[in-house]
């Protein structure tokens, strides 16, 4: 069974002014921090909302020039038994290479072949 894991990450940022300079920031410095290793991990803005109301908020928050912006990193992890199985992977390969950075796995879904054929352009050899 193959598994799509969505990992939380809440990145601190240094130095900023703007929640959108953080998140650019943040983005950048998980890249670095992932890549070469772990170039298969998607990383996409996180999405908040308030635990009273619902309203959206900003993946970030700002306060004396420093900033905490919520990511999202997705990855698919293949052969395994169980989501908790794919949970556990997904968090030691990226809890790795961010090291002091707080993670917590927001969803795991199983990949059919459908969706494996459509992430690689459909295409698959037959001999």
Same mark, same amino acid.
Request: hydrophobic share 40%; charged share 30%; net charge negative.
């Given at each position: 069974m193959d598994c799509r894991v969505v990992v939380e990450a809440a990145v601190p940022v240094y130095d900023v002014q703007s929640t959108d300079e953080a998140v650019r920031i943040a983005i950048s410095k998980t890249g670095e921090m992932l890549n070469p290793d772990l170039n298969y991990v998607e990383i996409e803005m996180g999405s908040r909302s308030c635990p009273h109301c619902g309203t959206?908020?900003?993946?970030?928050? *700002?306060?004396?020039?420093? @900033?905490? *912006?919520?990511?999202?990193?997705?990855? !698919?992890?293949?052969? #395994?038994?169980?989501?908790?199985?794919?949970?556990?992977?997904?968090?030691? &390969?990226?809890?790795?290479? +961010?090291?002091?950075?707080? +993670?917590?796995?927001? &969803? #795991?879904?199983?990949? !059919?072949?459908?969706?494996?054929? &459509? @992430?690689?352009?459909?295409?698959t050899e037959t001999a």
């Open positions: 959206d908020t900003e993946p970030a928050f *700002v306060a004396a020039d420093e @900033s905490l *912006v919520a990511l999202e990193l997705s990855m !698919t992890v293949f052969n #395994v038994e169980r989501d908790e199985h794919a949970a556990r992977i997904a968090r030691k &390969e990226i809890g790795q290479r +961010l090291a002091n950075i707080p +993670l917590a796995v927001l &969803e #795991v879904d199983t990949v !059919t072949d459908d969706d494996t054929q &459509e @992430s690689t352009g459909g295409d």
